[in-house]
């Protein structure tokens, strides 16, 4: 049973490290001593002990880079993202994994008010990645190397089979009985253009490739995270062509860069080094010296 719903820190890894004392990290056994420090702000073994009570299964270096997220963004962004913003993300992902949620929040140790302090804060971070993308990203070149690969919403039939001969069978009554197929398969049309994320790529760049009425050969897509591979059928009903106007589709085009941008762990990690330089955030505590090196090793915005 898989739960990325309930990850935070975006496209990023966190360490596993075990949760450990903080009397075993050095000298620093009262409560009142800092472990992090920021501009205007810091965390200190108290800080520290009552995240680990709130997120009891939560390793030590996660705790203390979510808590530095979280005061950070929070001074940063924190009118930015409402309780009804926390509310529509928590019931959206309960909807979504449906009888597992319950599980899934108590496996990683979350009761509900909990994860909703943990939504929070990836709302955050995402509206903080999102702010430094719009303000570096939608760049002339950028939006023309986007334009490049760009295709505006077509309409066509696309019929997945789990094997290339019910691929192929599917074809022969495409172009057997068009008036039937399309019957058949009505449930199937759909409206899609290059951004599309439920489209497999393979399947968009056959179909684009297709004039009104004309069915393509048996298409092979691989999923990326189960290894599996599809076969598709697809018949073009209206396509279209993007013409000369890159203005028209800009809004398009900045979707386009916002989820590369969003998806590429190195971009995102660069980006919360930023933020984490801007603030001036130190580690104190030897033991935790590095929980932040994954973010400062390079820089995003270039």
Not at 14 to 38: F, K
Not at 195 to 217: D, M, R, W, Y
Not at 284 to 295: D, L, N, R
């Amino acid at each position: 049973m898989k739960f990325k719903k309930l990850n935070i820190l975006l496209a990023t890894a966190v360490a596993a490290v075990g949760l450990v004392t903080l009397s075993a990290c050095g000298n620093n056994n009262s409560t009142g001593a800092n472990i992090i420090t920021m501009k205007g702000d810091t965390i200190n073994v108290s800080d520290f002990y009552g995240e680990a009570k709130t997120f009891p299964n939560m390793p030590a270096t996660a705790l203390l880079q979510n808590l530095t997220m979280s005061k950070m963004f929070e001074k940063d962004f924190g009118d930015k993202v409402s309780d009804k913003d926390v509310q529509a993300k928590f019931d959206e992902t309960k909807k979504q994994m449906g009888e597992q949620f319950a599980a899934a929040l108590q496996q990683q140790g979350f009761t509900e008010s909990s994860y909703k302090a943990y939504v929070r804060l990836q709302l955050l971070q995402e509206y903080a990645i999102e702010k430094k993308i719009e303000d570096t990203q939608y760049t002339e070149a950028n939006l023309k190397a986007a334009w490049a690969d760009f295709h505006p919403e077509v309409e066509a039939i696309v019929v997945p089979e789990t094997t290339k001969d019910a691929a192929t069978k599917a074809i022969e009554s495409a172009k057997s009985d068009a008036a039937k197929f399309e019957e058949d398969n009505s449930k199937n049309k759909q409206k899609f253009d290059s951004t599309s994320t439920t489209i497999p790529k393979e399947v968009q760049t056959a179909a684009f490739k297709l004039k009104n009425g004309e069915v393509s050969e048996v298409i092979e897509a691989t999923n990326a995270s189960t290894g599996t591979t599809s076969y598709y059928v697809v018949k073009m009903i209206k396509t279209s062509d993007k013409g000369s106007d890159m203005n028209k589709y800009k809004d398009q085009l900045k979707n386009v860069i916002k989820a590369e941008k969003m998806a590429d762990t190195t971009y995102v990690a660069g980006v919360i080094g930023e933020y984490l330089k801007a603030h001036n955030v130190t580690v104190k505590e030897e033991a935790f010296s590095t929980i932040f090196s994954q973010f400062t090793s390079g820089s995003s915005s270039k």
